[in-house]
């Protein structure tokens, strides 16, 4: 069975970091994209960030030189660095993962960006 686990979500203030961290279990070989969405309350999940198996890596507008998407192949692991967090950032965070041809998602995780 695949699961996803995220981790690293909390409170920070405004111009703040986190690092949200995501392991998948359950998976023989090497996944070939992760990803990060995140869903405000009352909006629709947005795509975030995403990373190949190649490190290929792709950015929303709204994070580009902020955030940036990195992943660990051995562990099937991916990370999302967040600098500069803004309150507009504030919402819950999905890592995602395509393999074997089927989309799996975690649970999610709360960033709270606030003084």
């Known amino acids: 069975q695949v699961q996803l686990v995220e981790s690293g979500g909390g409170l920070v203030q405004p111009g703040g970091s986190l690092r949200l961290s995501c392991a998948a279990s359950?998976?023989?070989?090497?996944?070939?994209?992760m990803g990060w969405h995140h869903q405000a309350p009352g909006k629709q999940r947005e795509l975030v960030a995403t990373?190949?198996?190649?490190?290929?890596?792709n950015y929303a507008d709204s994070v580009k030189g902020r955030f940036t998407i990195s992943r660990d192949n051995a562990k099937n692991t991916v990370y999302l660095q967040m600098n500069s967090l803004k309150p507009e950032d504030t919402a819950l965070y999905y890592c995602?993962?395509?393999?074997?041809?089927?989309?799996?998602w975690g649970q999610g995780i709360q960033v709270t960006v606030s003084s």
């Open positions: 995602n993962a395509v393999w074997a041809g089927l989309a799996y």
């Open positions: 359950g998976i023989i070989g090497s996944i070939y994209y």
């Open positions: 990373v190949t198996r190649g490190l290929n890596t």
